[in-house]
């Protein structure tokens, strides 16, 4: 596989469930991206993890919680989520200040 | 005021013609900049960066920036249906932001066949 690789792509949950997206870097970058994108929105970077480290939080809700195992694989874990959380999740990586690379995304949806 | 900002379109421009995409930003320390095409449901794809003062041109694409007037465009030449999509403006923060990126709305283009 290439790129970045990210599961599932489509996710319906309800607000009390508790479920994981998954994402898949194999592109050597040393640094991954958790970013949102809601409808008539910018791109809103979530998290930022750098060798593992999580080096930027936009002040995202509890709700949203993410883990960087390893340089290569990302999750974000979450749990009693809201209605306006529905959006495109996305991954991507990077080497520093160089461009980013997004997976195909995760369609979320919350009932 | 928006660290990233583009004019929200739509941008119509009949086949053939030349497309031209602008993009503002406010941090002077601003160091990376990119342009990202985003078809409807589907994820950004990287199309053009540009990290010095001038032109870049690759293909039909021609990426220009001006650091002193924090402004960055996109030039699509030979404009074809297909490039009908949102293309997304970005700028890596530099210095007071390695790993920021942020993005503006978006400018939506539609090619008229």
């Known amino acids: 596989e290439t790129g970045v690789t990210q599961t599932p792509r489509h996710l319906v949950m309800g607000m009390t469930n508790k479920k994981s997206l998954k994402c898949e870097q194999h592109?050597?970058?040393?640094?991954m991206y958790w970013y949102k994108q809601s409808a008539k929105k910018p791109l809103e970077l979530m998290f930022v993890?750098?060798?593992?480290?999580?080096?930027e939080n936009n002040s995202v809700p509890s709700r949203f919680s993410p883990e960087c195992p390893n340089s290569s694989h990302l999750f974000l874990h979450l749990h009693t989520l809201q209605p306006e959380d529905s959006a495109l999740y996305l991954c991507?990586?990077?080497?520093?200040?160089?461009?980013?690379?997004f997976g195909n995304g995760t369609r979320l949806t919350v009932t | 005021q928006k660290e990233v900002e583009q004019n929200s379109g739509p941008l119509s421009v009949p086949e053939g013609a030349i497309a031209s995409l602008n993009c503002t930003y406010s941090?002077?320390?601003?160091?990376?900049f990119f342009w990202y095409r985003q078809y409807s449901g589907k994820s950004p794809e990287l199309i053009m960066s540009?990290?010095?003062?001038g032109d870049k041109e690759d293909g039909r694409f021609t990426a220009q920036l001006n650091k002193a007037s924090q402004y960055v465009s996109l030039l699509i030449r030979d404009s074809q249906p297909s490039d009908s999509a949102t293309y997304l403006c970005?700028?890596?923060?530099?210095?007071?932001?390695?790993?920021?990126?942020?993005f503006g709305t978006g400018t939506r283009l539609k090619v008229l066949a």
């Open positions: 991507a990586s990077s080497q520093a200040r160089e461009p980013l690379h």
């Open positions: 592109l050597g970058h040393n640094a």
């Open positions: 993890y750098s060798l593992e480290e999580r080096v």
């Open positions: 941090d002077r320390g601003s160091q990376s």
């Open positions: 540009i990290y010095s003062n």
């Open positions: 970005a700028v890596n923060k530099g210095a007071s932001g390695t790993y920021k990126y942020i």
